[in-house]
């Protein structure tokens, strides 16, 4: 019988609460020396990972679950969400794409929203995420780029804050290493560093040719140009 050992269980941790007194500090040493003084309890967590893709909130898990779970602790629906914490960032350079993943904070949560800076300028907000999503993808990035990324978690009462959203720009400002925030690069396209190659020996070149031409034949013609003496005004 399932049910039997439950029973006996639930009788031994009901007998034991009435023998329960106030605690004093002699109680409290007491209890210290002696751990298994305290009444088992089913201190089970539940199946739930705040960084997991969508993951569904604790407390549907709890309802859910055939047997009692324990959830972690989450601040008020009364006050906006803390900062969520952002993780791995991949950036696919060929696709010009990054892929963002972050954790939730210990906050109920409705939605999210990506924001992304390309130098100081505006922030772009990404579109609404449900509360399940911990990964969203930026497009468009361009080849080169360097941006600045934060994810941040939204409620009835308002929305995380945002370390470098007050105006200020975001130059120079390094945020909390395990804040909402990071930063990505996208390395340049291989062709991108052909073409620089290819210009920059262009360059070097047409370099060499005109010290080549000043050298062989203006230097000849005209002598070496000194800082007092004004060129001749030669007739051809
Ligand atoms: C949340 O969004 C994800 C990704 O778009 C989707 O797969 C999932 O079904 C959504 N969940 C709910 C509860 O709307």
């Keep these: 019988m399932l049910g039997s ?15 329960a007194e106030p605690l004093t500090p002699q109680d409290f040493e007491e209890e210290e020396e002696d751990e298994t003084a305290w009444p088992p309890f089913p201190a089970v967590l539940c199946d739930y990972d705040r960084c997991r893709h969508l993951q569904l909130p604790c407390q549907e898990l709890q309802r859910a679950s055939p047997t009692p779970c324990l959830c972690p602790g989450l601040s008020s629906p009364a006050l906006r969400p803390e900062q969520p914490r952002l993780g791995e960032v991949r950036v696919v350079a060929e696709a010009g794409l990054a892929v963002v993943h972050w954790c939730a904070p210990s906050s ?29 993808e930026l497009k468009g990035l361009k080849p080169g780029g360097a941006y600045v990324v934060c994810v941040v978690a939204a409620n009835a009462a308002g929305e995380s804050s945002v370390p470098w959203a007050d105006g200020k720009g975001i130059e120079g400002a390094d945020g909390p290493a395990f804040g909402p925030c990071g930063r990505l690069t996208v390395p340049p396209r291989p062709q991108t560093l052909v073409h620089a190659a290819v210009g920059v020996g262009t360059a070097l070149a047409l370099m060499s040719c005109a010290a080549l031409v000043w050298h062989f ?20």
């Design 217 to 236: 034949f203006l230097r000849r013609r005209w002598g070496c140009p000194r800082r007092t003496a004004t060129r001749p005004a030669t007739g051809l």
């Design 108 to 136: 109920p949560v409705q939605e999210y929203w990506l924001l992304l800076w390309e130098g100081s300028g505006a922030p772009q907000k990404g579109p609404s995420l449900n509360s399940t999503v911990r990964r969203a």
């Design 5 to 19: 050992p439950c029973l006996l269980w639930l009788l031994a941790v009901t007998s034991l609460v009435p023998t």
